[in-house]
């Protein structure tokens, strides 16, 4: 019984040290940039709620504003706060190019985000388009080389890797902590098997023209995960998408226990009620054995611990818990600029053992998410009803 546990571990130990060896080929691939100029209109759906949102948005100004790069801020008629933020910046900011777009609330049945989009893409007066949600950073000098591979006849659609930035609570630095001890083991070794599927819904660029040709994002309006629906239009006309090397920053601010569990089912959700019943079989299989799986392998040394405790067991479940801080801690400061304090490293462990519990829970739950305040019912066909706007609490 305990050889087999060994050999278990042993397999799971060389996936790992496998996916790590992955991203290092990955960066080091991609190590060589050109100078690029492109022009492109950067579409943002703002809304208010997050303390950081000022910051993130004028850190953008400060990184990327260019002669030939627009910022198209895309906010609603009744969100006052989130006028008055980017009403400042654009008075502070003079030099750059900058538009305030506001809309009316968009009919019940419509994305809210998506219907921002449909009237940036109109407003956007570049070659190339880049959708960046509010609380993402860009870094500097490196949106020319993610926008270059469209270039390339058969790449559709270009986009970053996320790693989060805001420790200024628990709550915050256990979110923090989930995506910077998954996102690059995720995202960066998937591609060495098949293309990507999906994108980063965070940040990504494609051609106006050609987002248009293909129907746009009013073809796709009624979708809830919009990163997907967008993914599987371009996919579905014989586009395909590229995972490049730009890692990018995201600030949220995560306000107590009950915003934190809402953030994660969210997320979760979304896997649940599209990406995960939309792809084909041997793609779902793929998917579940290279990321899902492994998620499960720290409960599972957890409860064997707790079933049959010694010394053995002990040890197992140190050495993993172990492996895979060394492993976080190393990734962290090759690639995101240890963007997680020291401290709150600490957290890393308490990710690997109890978020596939939520996520386990999230799967025999119901499928109602709260978006910033939108209460919304995700139904199978991926689309959604509105149970409450944020305005009508």
Same mark, same amino acid.
């Given at each position: 019984?305990n050889?087999?546990?060994?050999?278990f571990?042993?397999?799971?130990?060389a996936?790992?040290l496998?996916?790590?060896?992955a991203?290092?080929?990955?960066?080091?691939?991609h190590?060589? *940039? /050109?100078?690029?100029c492109?022009?492109?209109?950067?579409?943002?759906?703002i809304?208010s709620g997050?303390?950081t &949102?000022s910051d993130?948005?004028?850190?953008?100004?400060?990184?990327?504003a260019?002669?030939n790069?627009?910022f198209?801020?895309?906010v609603?008629?009744?969100?006052? *706060?989130?006028?008055?933020i980017?009403?400042?910046?654009?008075d502070?900011?003079?030099?750059?190019?900058i538009h305030?777009?506001?809309?009316?609330?968009?009919?019940?049945?419509?994305n809210?985000? /998506?219907?921002?989009?449909?009237?940036?893409?109109?407003v956007?007066?570049?070659e190339?388009i880049?959708?960046?949600?509010d609380d993402?950073?860009?870094?500097?000098?490196?949106?020319?080389?993610?926008?270059?591979?469209?270039?390339?006849?058969?790449i559709?659609m270009?986009?970053g890797?996320?790693?989060?930035?805001?420790?200024?609570n628990?709550?915050?630095?256990l979110?923090?902590c989930?995506?910077?001890s998954?996102?690059?083991?995720?995202y960066?070794?998937?591609?060495? &098997?098949?293309d %990507?599927?999906?994108v980063?819904g965070m940040?990504y660029?494609?051609?106006k023209?050609?987002?248009?040709?293909?129907?746009?994002?009013?073809?796709?309006?009624?979708q809830?995960?919009?990163?997907?629906?967008?993914?599987n239009?371009f996919?579905?006309?014989?586009k395909?998408?590229m995972? *490049?090397?730009?890692?990018?920053?995201?600030?949220?601010?995560?306000?107590?226990c009950?915003h934190?569990?809402?953030l994660?089912?969210?997320?979760m959700?979304f896997?649940?009620?599209?990406?995960?019943?939309?792809?084909?079989?041997?793609t779902?299989i793929?998917?579940?054995?290279?990321i899902?799986l %492994?998620s499960?392998?720290?409960?599972s040394l957890?409860?064997?611990?707790?079933?049959?405790?010694?010394?053995?067991?002990?040890? &197992?479940?140190a050495?993993?818990?172990?492996?895979?801080y060394s492993?976080?801690?190393?990734?962290?400061r090759?690639?995101?600029?240890s963007s *997680?304090?020291?401290?709150?490293?600490l957290?890393?462990p308490?990710? &690997?053992?109890?978020?596939?519990?939520?996520f386990?829970?999230?799967?025999?739950?119901?499928?109602?998410i709260n978006?910033r305040g939108?209460?919304?019912?995700v139904?199978?066909s991926?689309q959604?009803?509105f149970v409450k706007r944020r305005?009508?609490?």
């Open positions: 019984m050889l087999w546990i060994i050999i571990i042993v397999i799971v130990a996936e790992r496998a996916k790590v060896i991203i290092e080929y990955f960066f080091y691939k190590r060589n *940039t /050109t100078d690029t492109v022009n492109i209109s950067i579409l943002q759906p809304l997050d303390p &949102l993130c948005l004028e850190q953008n100004i400060i990184n990327i260019r002669e790069i627009e198209v801020w895309l609603d008629d009744n969100d006052p *706060t989130a006028q008055q980017c009403g400042v910046l654009k502070k900011h003079p030099k750059a190019d305030i777009v506001s809309q009316p609330a968009p009919p019940r049945d419509v809210p985000k /998506t219907f921002k989009l449909i009237k940036g893409v109109e956007a007066k570049h190339f880049a959708v960046l949600d993402t950073i860009l870094p500097t000098n490196q949106l020319q080389n993610c926008a270059r591979h469209l270039n390339k006849q058969d559709g270009c986009f890797l996320p790693y989060y930035l805001n420790h200024s628990l709550w915050s630095s979110v923090s989930f995506v910077n998954n996102s690059l083991l995720t960066v070794p998937y591609t060495f &098997l098949i %990507p599927i999906t980063n940040f660029v494609v051609n023209q050609e987002l248009q040709s293909f129907g746009g994002f009013a073809s796709i309006k009624n809830l995960c919009d990163d997907f629906a967008v993914a239009l996919l579905n006309n014989n395909k998408l995972q *490049t090397p730009l890692l990018h920053g995201i600030s949220t601010q995560v306000n107590g009950v934190y569990h809402k994660i089912s969210r997320w959700i896997i649940k009620e599209t990406l995960a019943k939309d792809l084909k079989l041997p779902r793929l998917f579940f054995l290279v899902m %492994p499960f392998v720290g409960p957890l409860i064997y611990a707790c079933i049959q405790p010694g010394m053995f067991s002990g040890g &197992l479940l050495g993993y818990a172990l492996y895979c492993i976080f801690m190393y990734l962290s090759r690639f995101l600029n *997680t304090p020291l401290l709150h490293t957290l890393q308490f990710i &690997l053992f109890v978020v596939p519990f939520q386990t829970l999230t799967l025999i739950s119901g499928n109602t978006w939108h209460v919304m019912r139904k199978k991926g959604f009803e305005e009508e609490e």
